[in-house]
């Protein structure tokens, strides 16, 4: 079937030691169009493949590199794939770390992401996982609709990180999700000191 994400199924990355643990589970928030399943694949680097994924909800499996070190990481692009409430709850239950996404273009996109937020900080209320806030399309300078200052003084209210990427241009993606991968194991060796 012809699947965007490489199969997926138990191909768990074995690094020879506490192999589950050490696959992370990233998961995208943000309202439709904002650019969620570009960003995952470019992420999964199926973005030219020509495929339409849009309608099925999608899983990447990636090992990356941070800092000479190899993390293994799924990155669920689901949050849209049905409207069911349970989906959703179990979005906002089983992520590792959660990307936010608005559009830089869409005033409305930039609401809903405090929205998402404060929802996500209900629901996983005693833990600090680890949330980054990207605002997408920076491409499209002159239908910005919302600034760099605005998006940064949001994520500190959230206290959360900031990067703002294109997809289309693949500029800062993988920033983005190198900066995924330091967060979430700075929260790990925090816990474990
Ligand atoms: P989703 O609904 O959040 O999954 O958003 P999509 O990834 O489907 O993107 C929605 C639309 O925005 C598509 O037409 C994309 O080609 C376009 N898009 C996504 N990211 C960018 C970007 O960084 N720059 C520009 N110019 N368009 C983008
Ligand atoms: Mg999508």
């Given amino acids: ?65 941070v800092d000479e070190e190899e993390s293994a990481i799924v ?21 590792d770390a959660y990307i936010i996404v608005y559009s830089v273009t869409d005033k409305s996109s930039f609401e809903k992401a405090s929205e998402l937020r404060i929802q996500l900080r209900r629901a996983r209320q005693s833990e600090d996982i680890p949330i980054i806030l990207v605002g997408n399309k920076s491409d499209l300078v002159r239908s910005r609709e919302v600034s760099v200052d605005e998006g940064s003084a949001c994520a500190v209210v959230f206290d959360c990180k900031f990067i703002e990427t294109s997809a289309s241009l693949h500029h800062n993606v993988q920033d983005l999700f190198e900066g995924i991968v330091r967060q979430i194991r700075l929260r790990k060796d925090s816990k474990e000191e």
């Fill in 1 to 65: 079937r012809g699947s965007c994400a490489s199969d997926s199924s138990d191909s768990v990355i074995s690094t020879g030691s506490e192999t589950d643990s050490q696959v992370h589970k990233v998961v995208l928030l943000g309202e439709h169009g904002v650019g969620k399943s570009s960003l995952a694949r470019v992420f999964g680097g199926v973005e030219d493949a020509g495929h339409d994924c849009d309608e099925a909800g999608n899983t990447y499996d990636r090992c990356i590199v």
């Fill in 75 to 95: 990155l669920y692009d689901m949050w849209e794939q049905d409207n069911s409430q349970w989906l959703k709850e179990q979005c906002m239950r089983m992520g």
